[in-house]
């Protein structure tokens, strides 16, 4: 699907533009009589690009966060209560600290339950695939609250690795599947898998929500980008992952980049995977 979607939002940017913001781009357009909003952030930018297509070919409000590339607190602060404020206009409806302490609690019992999924797909042997581990976890990716039971698989004793990367779309099942007939992948560090599993919201408030998000392991992307790499080093020497798998969409010179710089960090092998969303 994210192909096909792809290809169509060719009508409206460049054939080298990220797959992914192409696919969005023609998903929007094709459901705008969906949309009363469009929320997003300018995490690269193509991503903030993306934005500037969509105000030409629908005309619905979008409100776009400037994540801040630096680990300055206030400025992220001061976007959530923009974003707050902006959200409010546009539905006539206030966020109340009650509606906001119970979506959390939601959430965070979601996070509580796929951190058990997760250790035993990090355990020795590993006992849960990341292929079964991603079905399960798609549909909290869709904002969709699931609690999917455990269910065990053979104990594997396959070559450990890590796996990291631009974002994975919900269908890249079969891609995963691939890589898990020769490896076992018990860890990552990817928008589309495992990562949401760094937020802890320890107080349930739009402030503790800000530092919640604000303080997780950082993406490649910020800089200085010290703690990304602080942080994927010390996974994948406590999970003894004897390579990496880098997962890479076209033009995602973000990723690109840094791989380099990776690979003589870390000093392991580097399957690279450089992929149009097929």
């Known amino acids: 699907k994210n192909v096909k979607l792809a290809q169509a939002g060719e009508r409206f940017a460049r054939v080298d533009a990220c797959p992914l913001v192409k696919s969005a781009l023609s ?3 094709e459901h705008r009589e969906e949309f009363r909003c469009l929320v997003g952030g300018s995490g690269c930018d193509m991503a903030r690009r993306l934005f500037d297509v969509l105000g030409k070919i629908v005309d619905i409000p979008a409100l776009v966060i400037d994540n801040p590339r630096t680990d300055r607190f206030s400025i992220y ?3 959530i209560d923009w974003l707050q404020k902006e ?3 546009i539905t006539g409806s206030k966020i109340t600290a009650d509606a906001i302490q119970r979506e959390i609690q939601k959430w965070k019992a ?3 339950h796929f951190r058990t999924l997760d250790e035993k797909r990090r355990a020795r042997p590993s006992l849960l695939s990341t292929t079964e581990f991603h079905k399960a976890i798609v549909d909290y990716h869709k904002s969709e ?3 999917p039971p455990f269910v065990p698989e053979k104990p594997s004793e396959k070559p450990r690795v890590y796996f990291l990367g631009s974002a994975l779309p919900y269908e890249a099942n079969p891609a995963l599947a691939l890589f898990e007939e020769r490896l076992r992948i018990v860890g990552d560090f990817n928008c589309g898998i495992s990562i949401f599993l760094n937020v802890n919201c320890a107080d349930p408030t739009l402030a503790g929500l800000k530092n919640a998000y604000c303080n997780q392991p950082p993406c490649v992307m910020k800089r200085p ?3 990304f790499y602080e942080h994927v080093i010390r996974q994948i020497r406590d999970l003894d992952c004897a390579g990496v798998i880098a997962w890479t969409l076209d033009y995602c ?3 690109e980049f840094e791989l380099k710089r990776l690979e003589e960090r870390i000093g392991l092998p580097v399957l690279r995977i450089c992929s149009d969303l097929s």
């Open 27 to 29: 998903y929007v357009f």
């Open 77 to 79: 602060s001061d976007e």
């Open 87 to 89: 959200l409010g206009n």
């Open 110 to 112: 979601a996070r509580r």
């Open 145 to 147: 609250i699931d609690f």
């Open 225 to 227: 980008n010290r703690p």
């Open 253 to 255: 010179d973000n990723y």
